[in-house]
């Protein structure tokens, strides 16, 4: 068995890319049936499908673990993680006759992002590594499943606010190793030692992360969000960066995922030993 979705917004260099032995990216590689266009589809869908030249596939060969939507979505974070974009699905097929899913969670992109919907091969091979890290994330099912579930909901989020607090609660399920006061300075300082190496780069790391993550307090606690629009959403783009980075780091570093996987008496070691490094 096989799944077919087509990858709207996507373009490579690339006809053909395989991330694992389970799951590819190939250009034309499936043919709408007379069923699904008399049938299943509206003109407008037809239209739209064959206008988009490349499909995400995935065969029955995944790990069982895995169910078809969680490898798709994690896909889709994978390509996040490296850069602001625009892709998402809309169907999904199989070889089953008549076949047909239509996917109403979509990712939710960010005008205010520099998005990038052309990808070289150099940055699938990233995405590539990417996507391994995060399926074993999700085999383990231990703490970063939970930073990974959060992550997802604020892509495909419709409101900015509530990205931005899914977006947050990521990073705190990432970074948190104690309770108590002082939790958005620990949160800072973890966060900057893990993303960076200097001292002066880590205190700038620091400072950013606090000013937004104050922003996340505003909304949690009910304050009045004076900012025009377009200023909430320069604020959520500058979330997102920070998330992507503290994932792109993550997921480069076996050592790392395994470190805060740990207890919080383990990861609060695990910062201290990395910031006194």
């Not at 060969?61 to 850069?83: E, G, M, Q």
């Not at 047909?100 to 990808?119: A, G, K």
């Not at 590539?128 to 997802?152: E, G, M, P, V």
């Amino acid at each position: 068995m096989r799944w077919y979705a087509p990858l709207f917004n996507y373009w490579s260099n690339c006809e053909n890319f395989y991330i694992t032995n389970y799951l590819s990216i190939e250009k034309d590689a499936y043919s709408l049936s007379k069923e699904l266009t008399d049938f299943l589809l509206s003109g407008s869908d037809v239209s739209e499908i064959n206008s988009c030249g490349y499909w995400v596939i995935v065969k029955e060969s995944k790990s069982k673990y895995l169910s078809v939507p969680n490898v798709l979505n994690t896909l889709l974070i994978s390509f996040w993680v490296l850069t602001p974009n625009q892709l998402h699905y809309r169907f999904r097929f199989s070889e089953r006759k008549g076949d047909m899913r239509r996917y109403l969670d979509r990712f939710i992109f960010n005008s205010e992002d520099e998005n990038q919907n052309t990808v070289d091969e150099l940055q699938l091979t990233k995405v590539k590594q990417f996507y391994r890290s995060l399926a074993r994330i999700n085999k383990n099912k231990d703490r970063l499943q939970t930073a990974l579930l959060y992550t997802y909901r604020g892509c495909v989020a419709y409101d900015w606010r509530v990205s931005f607090v899914l977006f947050t609660a990521a990073l705190e399920a990432i970074l948190t190793y104690k309770r108590g006061y002082g939790m958005t300075r620990r949160h800072a300082e973890a966060y900057s030692i893990l993303t960076e190496t200097t001292s002066s780069k880590r205190d700038l790391a620091a400072k950013r992360f606090e000013r937004l993550y104050n922003i996340r307090s505003d909304i949690m606690h009910g304050s009045k969000i004076k900012s025009r629009a377009t200023t909430n959403l320069k604020n959520l783009s500058k979330l997102s960066h920070l998330l992507r980075r503290l994932w792109n780091v993550i997921l480069c570093d076996n050592q790392i995922i395994s470190s805060l996987e740990l207890n919080d008496q383990g990861r609060e070691l695990f910062f201290r030993q990395l910031g006194s490094s």
